[in-house]
């Protein structure tokens, strides 16, 4: 596998990654506007670490500090097409989980139900479903919560 290197997010990569979430399943689905993303990628509230194989943007991750009860949440999660399947979500997922784990002792994320693939990472790296939104975003389907304890 080829070296992941993260790092904070400049400014153009926060646009960067606002474009590869728009374009991207699954916030296609979700209907999920690039000026949206923009907003939120470039909120200084949001924390973006960036993903890289040698020095290009590959992948990111978005999350606010104090997202859920006071606790770290998991926004989005972005690995730009030609980088999947290479274990760089996996890589930015415990990246933010380091980040936190010494302020916070848990961590938060939802996922869709449609998306089969990031559930199955989730549970892999040691999360728990706590709630579900049933027709959250899109009647039929539920936006899952996940939580993890980090210490």
């Known amino acids: 596998m080829e070296r992941i290197t993260i790092t904070d997010a400049t400014e153009s990569e926060k646009e960067w990654t606002a474009n590869q979430i728009a374009a991207s399943e699954p916030w296609l689905t979700l209907g999920t506007t690039l000026e949206n993303c923009l907003w939120f990628c470039k909120n200084p509230e949001y924390m973006i670490f960036i993903a890289h194989i040698d020095e290009k943007p590959c992948g990111a991750v978005v999350i606010h500090p104090r997202g859920l009860a006071s606790s770290p949440y998991l926004k989005s999660i972005v690995v730009a097409e030609p980088y999947r399947n290479k274990g760089i979500g996996r890589e930015l997922v415990k990246h933010g989980e380091d980040h936190f784990r010494t302020a916070s002792k848990h961590f938060f994320l939802c996922v869709s139900s449609f998306n089969k693939k990031a559930r ?9 479903k706590v709630g579900e939104f049933k027709d959250y975003v899109i009647e039929g389907e539920s936006e899952i919560l996940l939580h993890k304890r980090l210490r």
Not at 120 to 128: I, M
């Open 120 to 128: 199955a990472l989730y549970k892999q790296l040691g999360y728990r």
